[in-house]
């Protein structure tokens, strides 16, 4: 069985651009979630999908950044313009119920902004 | 405020000494601890995670971790470390309907020879 896959690996922009992360969660899983490492800080939650619903974006930073969950299988995060501060590594992680669940994380998306 | 607090940023061992990572939290409801370990150009992988009972739960590749509710910890452990251990441990606390985990900022271990 396939794990949580993120497309680009890494992605370097210049400020004032977009970029679009995807995540493809665990097939089958309903919870999608995305975190967000800044260098040297801890990994933050950023928010949470059901199938296709927005659960929880208590933690998206801004209105610069946009989720969606079209169709409750792959995600995007879509961040414009950007700023520097967004640089970061994005992870994506699901699981198959809220509460008392595993979350599997993909290998992240590690995005630099100049 | 829910937190998770890894008070060691680095911690380096030989290898076959034993390990113990620190790991406390706090968190207003009944919490679901994890470990997850990111080696070099990998992801987070899951090493172990507690919900309920047993407060020793045994993990994958020899780790172990302990619960304490009283002392809010959940510290790491290995009797015996081995080079391909070295990567950085995060500790992170879920729970409630959303299961949103809080993470602390990671400690990195290096292991030598």
């Known amino acids: 069985e396939a794990g949580v896959t993120q497309f680009p690996s890494h992605s370097v922009i210049e400020k004032g651009q977009t970029v679009t992360l995807r995540c493809d969660p665990i097939?089958?899983?309903?919870?999608l979630y995305w975190y967000r490492r800044v260098m040297g800080k801890e990994i933050k939650f950023l928010l949470h999908f059901v199938k296709e619903s927005k659960q929880d974006e208590s933690g998206m930073p801004n209105n610069r950044f946009l989720a969606e969950r079209t169709g409750g299988t792959y995600s995007t995060l879509k961040v414009q313009p950007a700023e520097l501060e967004d640089s970061g590594v994005y992870f994506c992680?699901?699981?198959?119920?809220?509460?008392?669940?595993?979350?599997?994380f993909g290998p992240g998306t590690r995005l630099t902004v100049l | 405020a829910q937190s998770v607090t890894q008070p060691d940023i680095h911690i380096t061992v030989s290898e076959g000494a034993s390990l113990e990572l620190r790991c406390n939290y706090s968190?207003?409801?009944?919490?679901?601890l994890f470990w997850y370990v990111q080696s070099p150009g990998q992801g987070l992988q899951l090493l172990l995670k507690y919900f309920s009972g047993d407060t020793l739960v045994q993990g994958i590749k020899g780790f172990e971790a302990e619960f304490k509710r009283s002392q809010s910890s959940f510290n790491l452990r290995k009797p015996s470390v081995h080079w391909s251990d070295a990567a950085e441990y995060f500790c992170?606390?879920?729970?409630?309907?959303?299961?949103?985990?809080?993470f602390g900022t990671g400690t990195l271990l290096a292991v030598q020879p």
């Open positions: 968190y207003g409801a009944t919490p679901y």
């Open positions: 992170a606390v879920g729970g409630g309907a959303t299961n949103k985990l809080i």
């Open positions: 097939s089958g899983h309903d919870n």
């Open positions: 992680a699901s699981s198959q119920v809220a509460g008392a669940s595993t979350q599997y």
